[in-house]
């Protein structure tokens, strides 16, 4: 507005000098000159206000600089990403924005280095560690991303600042999840050839048991042999669990009433010097999950709380209903939005370093000493929680207790079919088709049915099965199979032979069912499923169970 005046005087005085003559000749031309360049100023002012509009809608701070590290400007992102002012922006010198990461001293020779890079090569880009001068203690990750410039005629250094530090943490955890990823399918894998002969070293016990007389060095020898293979059964169990390829049998289940049942048993396990404590929310969700899986979670995290006590601590487990929305899920790349049902186990034990903490979900990782842990519990409970698409957080530091939270999805949908009792031991005379790709497996099978009654049909190949059963009008009661086998698996084994026999009804056996079938579809199929390595009693009671159905 002060301007325009000015320019209203000044065109005034012009006309108010010379001659009247003068005057006409040049009033028109200068009049119009003076409105060009009015127009002009107007429209450098109108675009400035634009480019201001711009340079402050950045999500990246802008700090222009010059070679001493004094600031000239900087836009509203700067602000806020430094927790400055306008007035006090000024007031710092660059190092001041800077984490002295290699000593006060180091930074300023950091600094000309850097600069010296941009005079010969115009731009530079590199990683830094910024600090908010105001609070020093939160410092954050930025790339910075420099160019040389003019401003107002003087050499500057116009930087780009882009907080990275949400991204570091986000890459880091993805890096955590493939690792996990591969030794699980590395430990998936081994796991699952030494179940299987495991399963031949059970099976051939109980039936020799069978013919041994009871009570004779010989049948204790045996028993010796059956106890140690059931051991490292569990073992492998663990190994599959991390895998997330542990045969399971879920159900819809009260968290509350699991972890009450599990009290006693905890009671023992943790000593009476240290004190539990259990806070049961008064409604809680109901879950899927399989009953046992719930008490190795329960357990592991208990154990592994004791050890974190001295003498006297404290151990709280809690139960509660979460909603996990849009933004903790975008925090968590494990956790999806949505109900779950919380777990919390707390202690106040010595807590965990950081780099501790960035490793207990590796198998084998233990801080415990030789003979003390094997370090599978926390990556079992890892692997149980993401078979159920649940995820875990952690919150820990040294000398404060550790709390871990397990989710668990609420269960939406209704149960299909609870698991029934146990059913006696009995055998039968139907007639059995048997499919196993491993011989010896499928030979030890064949031997307990066999041994109990049954007929059985068996061949190591599908495609073979099929053709006994093409070939063969006898009425089948029961195809058993293995699941995962070269050529044709055995869902679509089932599938091929449900075809022509629909009364056909089908047992699956596997280490792991996960990869070729859905619990959805065992319950379509009204499929049973067993477990490898199993014992004689529970191929027979399973068999029978479906028989009756
Ligand atoms: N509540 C806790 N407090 C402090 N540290 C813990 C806690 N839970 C786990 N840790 C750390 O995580 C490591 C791994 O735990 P994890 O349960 O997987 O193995 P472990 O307890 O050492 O052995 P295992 O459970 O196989 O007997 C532990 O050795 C310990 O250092
Ligand atoms: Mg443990």
């Known amino acids: 507005m002060k301007e325009r005046r000015d320019w209203n005087q000044m065109r005034d005085s012009i006309i108010g000098l010379g001659e009247e003559s003068s005057r006409r000749t040049y009033y028109p031309e200068l009049l119009a000159r003076v409105t060009q360049l009015e127009a002009a100023q107007e429209s450098l002012r109108q675009s400035e206000a634009n480019l201001r509009v711009l340079f402050n809608s950045l999500h990246d701070a802008v700090i222009v600089h010059d070679f001493e590290g004094r600031v000239l400007e900087v836009n509203d992102a700067m602000l ?13 010198n660059l190092m001041d924005y ?111 048991l069978e013919d041994a007389p009871a009570a004779t060095p010989l049948a204790n020898d045996l028993e010796q042999i059956r106890k140690a293979a059931l051991h490292s059964a569990d073992l492998t169990r663990q190994l599959l669990a991390f895998a997330r390829k542990q045969p399971i049998n879920p159900q819809v289940v009260d968290l509350n009433v699991l972890v009450e049942s599990t009290h006693k048993m905890l009671r023992r396990l943790i000593g009476e010097q240290h004190a539990l404590v259990w806070k049961p929310s008064t409604t809680l969700w109901s879950v899927w999950i399989d009953p046992s899986q719930v008490d190795q979670i329960v357990t592991n995290l208990a154990v592994n709380a004791r050890d974190a006590l001295g003498s006297g601590g404290t151990i709280t487990l809690e139960t509660a209903n979460v909603q996990v929305d849009e933004t903790y899920a975008h925090q968590h790349p494990d956790a999806k939005p949505g109900d779950y049902v919380v777990l919390t186990v707390t202690d106040d034990g010595h807590g965990m370093t950081p780099e501790v903490q960035a490793r207990i979900f590796d198998p084998f990782f233990t801080t415990k000493g030789l003979g003390r842990g094997t370090g599978l519990g926390l990556a079992t409970v890892y692997g149980i929680v993401r078979q159920n698409e649940g995820f875990i957080s952690v919150y820990s530091a040294l000398g404060e207790g550790t709390t871990f939270r397990i989710h668990l999805p609420k269960h939406l949908g209704e149960n299909p079919g609870a698991q029934e009792a146990e059913v006696a031991l009995k055998g039968g005379k139907e007639t059995l088709l048997l499919v196993e790709d491993e011989e010896a497996l499928l030979e030890l099978a064949q031997r307990i049915l066999e041994g109990a009654g049954y007929r059985v049909m068996s061949s190591s190949r599908p495609i073979e099965a099929l053709h006994l059963m093409e070939t063969n009008s006898e009425p089948i009661a029961l195809l058993v199979t293995d699941l995962i086998m070269p050529g044709l698996n055995g869902s679509e084994l089932y599938q091929r032979i449900h075809a022509s026999r629909p009364e056909v009804r089908p047992l699956f056996l596997s280490g792991y069912p996960a990869d070729t079938i859905t619990l959805q579809e065992l319950s379509e199929k009204r499929a049973g499923f067993l477990q490898k390595p199993f014992t004689r009693p529970a191929l027979l009671a399973k068999v029978r169970e479906i028989l009756d159905a």
């Not at 306008?86 to 710092?92: A, H, L």
């Open 98 to 208: 800077s984490a002295p990461s290699v000593g006060d001293q180091g930074l300023e020779a950091k600094f000309h280095e850097i600069w010296s890079t941009l005079r010969s090569e115009g731009h530079a880009l590199f990683r830094w560690k910024a600090r908010r001068p105001l609070s020093p203690g939160l410092d954050f990750d930025v790339e910075v991303s420099l160019r040389q410039a003019f401003w107002f005629g003087q050499e500057a250094v116009v930087a780009v600042v882009r907080d990275i530090s949400e991204r570091l943490r986000l890459e880091a955890m993805l890096h955590q999840a493939q690792k996990l990823d591969s030794l699980g399918q590395l430990a998936g894998g081994v796991a699952h050839d030494t179940n299987n002969m495991l399963g031949v070293i059970i099976g051939y016990t109980d039936l020799l």
């Open 80 to 92: 806020a990403m430094y927790g400055v002012d306008q007035k006090s922006c000024r007031t710092y």
